[in-house]
């Protein structure tokens, strides 16, 4: 997503004259970000077929007016300030039993989309899907779906997988590698150690997958733990220009 200012063409079936049919799938939207929540407007309001309700910019304010909307999908985005979109969906999901959450977020660990579809969510979405697909998925999660960006849905599939038993390659790990590690094992969440060794969210999750890859794990609990098995281990230095 870009600019506020861009342009957004029409989706396929679309008209510049367009009415809304009758029935249509209402939606709502959970979004910090001004500017994403509007582009995400714009996108459900333009497309046959669906009915923007609402939108909030923090957690507080969903949960204390969303049940009231009864929207019957919510768009929620997971980093929100105060009160996460996770717990959100945690929260309002015994509230709304026929609503639909799809997570759209940054964030593709597996830590993130597991606690996100036991909290209740029933899509998982990247905030790179672009508008033809994002409209397609809230369709077929209203119809029973569970739509997931294909990088995504092959992590789910992982899962399910037998886990590689071969010993990992520790040495493989680079000084910058170890660093994130580290502060995974401190508790720093994906922003903290953004804004601690100065990368973007984008970077993080890049180490973080390599991090899964090299030590042979699918989520954060299990890396803290071999990490916690190797931290007795000499380790390379941490020059602090490494990114």
Same mark, same amino acid.
């Given at each position: 997503?870009?600019?506020?200012?861009?342009?957004?063409?029409?989706?396929?079936?679309?008209?510049?004259?367009?009415?809304?049919?009758?029935?249509?799938?209402?939606?709502?939207?959970?979004?910090?970000?001004?500017?994403?929540?509007?582009?995400?407007?714009?996108?459900?309001?333009?497309?046959?077929?669906?009915?923007?309700?609402?939108?909030?910019?923090?957690?507080?304010?969903?949960?204390?007016?969303?049940?009231?909307?009864?929207?019957?999908?919510?768009?929620?985005?997971?980093?929100?300030?105060?009160?996460?979109?996770?717990?959100?969906?945690?929260?309002?999901?015994?509230?709304?039993?026929?609503?639909?959450?799809?997570?759209?977020?940054?964030?593709?660990?597996?830590? /993130?989309?597991?606690?996100?579809?036991? %909290?209740? +969510?029933?899509?998982?979405? #990247?905030?790179?899907? !672009?508008?033809?697909? *994002?409209?397609?998925?809230?369709?077929?999660?209203?119809?029973?779906?569970?739509?997931?960006?294909?990088?995504?849905?092959?992590?789910?599939?992982?899962?399910?997988?037998?886990?590689?038993?071969?010993?990992?390659?520790?040495?493989?790990?680079?000084?910058?590698?170890?660093?994130?590690?580290?502060?995974?094992?401190?508790?720093?969440?994906?922003?903290?150690?953004?804004?601690?060794?100065?990368?973007?969210?984008?970077?993080?999750?890049?180490?973080?997958?390599?991090?899964?890859?090299?030590? /042979?794990?699918?989520?954060?609990?299990? %890396?803290? +733990?071999?990490?916690?098995? #190797?931290?007795?281990? !000499?380790?390379?230095? *941490?020059?602090?220009?490494?990114?």
């Amino acid at each position: 997503m870009r600019a506020c200012s861009r342009k957004l063409r029409l989706l396929p079936g679309q008209s510049a004259g367009y009415h809304q049919l009758h029935l249509s799938i209402k939606v709502s939207i959970i979004e910090d970000d001004a500017c994403v929540r509007q582009i995400l407007t714009r996108w459900i309001s333009k497309a046959e077929g669906f009915t923007f309700v609402s939108g909030y910019g923090n957690g507080q304010s969903a949960l204390a007016h969303l049940p009231k909307d009864a929207p019957d999908v919510v768009l929620v985005d997971i980093n929100l300030a105060g009160q996460s979109g996770i717990n959100c969906v945690q929260t309002l999901r015994p509230e709304m039993p026929g609503t639909q959450f799809i997570m759209l977020t940054v964030y593709e660990d597996s830590d /993130h989309i597991f606690n996100a579809l036991a %909290a209740g +969510a029933t899509g998982y979405l #990247l905030k790179r899907t !672009p508008a033809e697909e *994002l409209i397609a998925s809230i369709r077929q999660v209203y119809e029973g779906g569970s739509p997931m960006s294909s990088c995504i849905a092959r992590k789910v599939v992982q899962a399910f997988q037998p886990t590689r038993t071969e010993e990992p390659q520790v040495e493989g790990l680079s000084p910058r590698e170890w660093e994130v590690l580290g502060l995974l094992a401190r508790g720093f969440v994906y922003k903290e150690i953004a804004e601690s060794l100065t990368i973007s969210i984008s970077t993080v999750n890049t180490h973080v997958h390599r991090i899964y890859e090299k030590l /042979h794990v699918r989520s954060r609990s299990q %890396a803290i +733990a071999r990490y916690s098995q #190797l931290s007795s281990r !000499p380790q390379p230095m *941490l020059p602090s220009s490494t990114v």
